[in-house]
């Protein structure tokens, strides 16, 4: 009997018709074809190489280099509203990618990822770094560090993946990648089979294997996943880079790019080919508990009150560095609190009988439910920079091209971005948008788990969520106060 | 049966790509770190901003320009805020000579936080100075 017929497949909550972005005439065709990835990431690359000879040699102030300007507000800006709009296409366009597949040429990796590793606790851990880097050193005011965490990255990627085999880099480390993982877990598209009829009579499983040429099996023509997602097997889109590998591989054209109802995946909970169970994966939780705790702590950090805070924890603390106070919100914000508030959902969900599960995994089982709204706040937060700057990309590419000699006019430094009474709003809607989000996600959870009395469930984690969203709320009309330097007016 | 022999043996992978970084990040350093700094005699001093400490609102700034201790009259001074955080509106105003050597020109910083005030000076013979004063921690009027 074939692997295929034993294992349970994916559900699919809505059978109908899906759209499938392959087949949309003009993006579908360049999509399909096999330089697609490469020449979205030349560009990229290239705007890469730029922002970090811009951010080393350019001008120190962040308003007027291209490293920080296209990092801090551009870059997660567009980001984030393609995870919205459609899916994770900043890995598929990723540079550092075509810098370590050209490396690979040169360099072949010998050893498979650590089996101790092979989770998410290193790259949330890099995720909370990331986050932690950034508020100490004020990275956004720094066109030279953020140069430097550009070649970090690029430097990482280059190590790991020249020293270990398959996507590794992406799976197991990259925290950019987390983030893309975690928010596009609420895309309205994934990569996905159109038919699962036809992978039950497919006998070479050039999706996950690649296509190897005939005459000798250990040539591959065609990659197949290097993320060991099995495209019959796969749900959503956690770990997808939208490589496009597997509908290269595919020989009977059968993976597309489909449309499906948005944090669906949260809702299931199917084995995944390449995760497993999303409700025994604690590091999963972290992942979605930093995602989700991070963007409220990211948001905080440009806030007024945050200079009261750490002005009250230095003095409590007794000292003048600002790591120890930055360390210590932290640990409130992505420990404490988070274990705080699931702790008690979950410990309220089991008194109520809404749950046999143990206290862990109730945590573990319902967290996914925090997603939208985490994911909400980032937009919010990213969306308000990108909106509030949109502009600034002028004068700063006209500047930066005047200092080597290329004139494109004055700098019009006036060229802003929308007002921010205008953006209010639209931050607004994305925190309510991601706040409806997870409030359906708890309520199918519920239906699910406690057909009987679904509120037994439904209840204490809603509570966990309007408590999020009332605090997103609260910080999104808090005066913004951008301070690069903590502690300086104490 | 004849053997070959290389100096240091087989580089593996790891090497080869830690060879090739430090290479990399050795080059961007040199480049990053080989700028100098002015050589220019002509000086800013003196530079004050009031009120102290800076609210969000109009604030004044002047400062003293001389040249080997003599004071420099008849520069063109524009006055330019920006928040360190990219993305945020500038503010841009001119200043005037109060005094010989002596200049003074307000800015309306609107938000709080960490600024930047840039000076651009033109100078009588037709050079370009540009001098800055970091603002940190403008607060809320």
């Known amino acids: ?149 550009i070649i970090a990255y690029f430097g990482t990627a280059l190590i790991v993946d020249g020293v270990f085999k398959h996507a590794s880099f992406c799976k197991f480390v990259c925290p950019l990648g987390q983030f893309n993982f975690a928010a596009s877990t609420v895309s309205p598209l994934e990569v996905a089979v159109r038919d699962q009829q036809i992978c039950r009579t497919c006998d070479t499983k050039d999706c996950i294997r690649g296509q190897r040429k005939p005459s000798s099996e250990l040539v591959v023509l065609q990659r197949g996943c290097e993320l060991a997602l099995f495209q019959p097997r796969k749900v959503g889109n956690m770990d997808c880079t939208f490589c496009l590998d597997c509908v290269h591989a595919c020989p009977r054209d059968n993976v597309g790019i489909l449309s499906r109802m ?131 990309i002028v004068p700063v590419t006209q500047s930066a091209a005047a200092s080597i000699g290329l004139s494109f006019g004055h700098p019009h430094w006036l060229w802003v971005g929308v007002p921010m009474r205008f953006v209010q709003p639209v931050q607004l809607g994305f925190v309510i948008l991601g706040f409806f989000g997870s409030l359906l996600v708890t309520r199918r959870l519920a239906d699910e788990d406690c057909p009987e009395h679904p509120m037994r469930v439904f209840i204490p984690w809603a509570a966990v969520s309007l408590m999020i969203w009332l605090a997103s709320v609260w910080l999104i009309f808090q005066p913004m106060e951008m301070r690069a330097t903590m502690l300086m007016s104490s | 049966m004849k053997l070959s022999f290389r100096r240091g043996g087989r580089r593996g992978p790891l090497t080869k790509v830690l060879s090739a970084l430090l290479m990399f990040s050795g080059i961007v350093w040199r480049v990053a770190c080989s700028r100098s700094g002015s050589t220019s005699p002509t000086r800013v001093t003196d530079k004050k901003i009031s009120p102290n400490p800076v609210h969000v609102g109009r604030v004044t700034i002047s400062f003293h320009l001389s040249d080997a201790a003599e004071p420099i009259s008849g520069a063109q001074v524009s006055l330019e805020g920006d928040m360190t955080h990219p993305g945020m509106a500038p503010a841009f105003a001119d200043a005037h000579e109060v005094a010989p050597g002596q200049y003074q020109g307000s800015l309306t910083l609107n938000m709080p936080g960490d600024w930047v005030l840039l000076l651009h000076i033109r100078l009588p013979d037709g050079r370009k100075l540009e001098d800055q004063i970091d603002v940190r921690g403008v607060q809320s009027s």
């Open chain 1, 1 to 149: 009997m074939s692997q295929a017929s034993t294992i349970p497949e994916p559900e699919v909550l809505d059978s109908s018709p899906r759209f499938d972005l392959l087949h949309v005439p003009v993006v579908g065709r360049f999509l399909r074809w096999r330089h697609a990835r490469s020449v979205s990431q030349i560009p990229l690359l290239i705007i890469g190489v730029l922002m970090i000879l811009h951010g080393l040699l350019g001008p120190s102030l962040a308003p007027k280099n291209l490293a920080t300007v296209l990092t801090w507000l551009h870059f997660r800006g567009v980001l984030a509203l393609t995870i919205l709009a459609a899916g994770n296409f900043f890995c598929f366009a990723c540079p550092f990618m075509l810098v370590r597949n050209a490396a690979r040429k040169f360099f072949r990796p010998r050893w498979n990822w650590p089996r101790a590793l092979r989770n998410k606790w290193l790259s949330a851990g890099l995720f909370v770094l990331i986050l932690f880097i950034y508020e100490l050193y004020g990275l956004w005011a720094s066109p030279w560090l953020t140069a430097w965490l």
């Open chain 1, 262 to 392: 948005p944090a669906e995946e949260l809702i299931t909970d199917p084995i995944r080919s390449g995760i497993g169970f999303f409700s025994r994966r604690k590091d999963l939780t972290a992942l979605v508990i930093v995602f989700t705790f991070g963007a409220l702590l990211n948001a905080f950090g440009m806030v007024s009150p945050v200079y009261v805070v750490e002005r009250w924890l230095a003095k409590l603390l007794h000292v003048t560095q600002a790591a120890p106070v930055l360390g210590t919100i932290f640990g409130f914000f992505l420990i404490i609190e988070p274990i705080v508030l699931l702790g008690a959902a979950a410990w309220i969900t089991q008194k109520l009988k809404g749950t046999p599960r143990a206290l862990i995994p109730a945590m573990v089982r319902y967290s996914y439910s925090i997603v939208p709204l985490g994911f909400g706040m980032w937009l919010a937060h990213y969306g308000f920079h990108f909106l509030t700057g949109l502009f600034t």
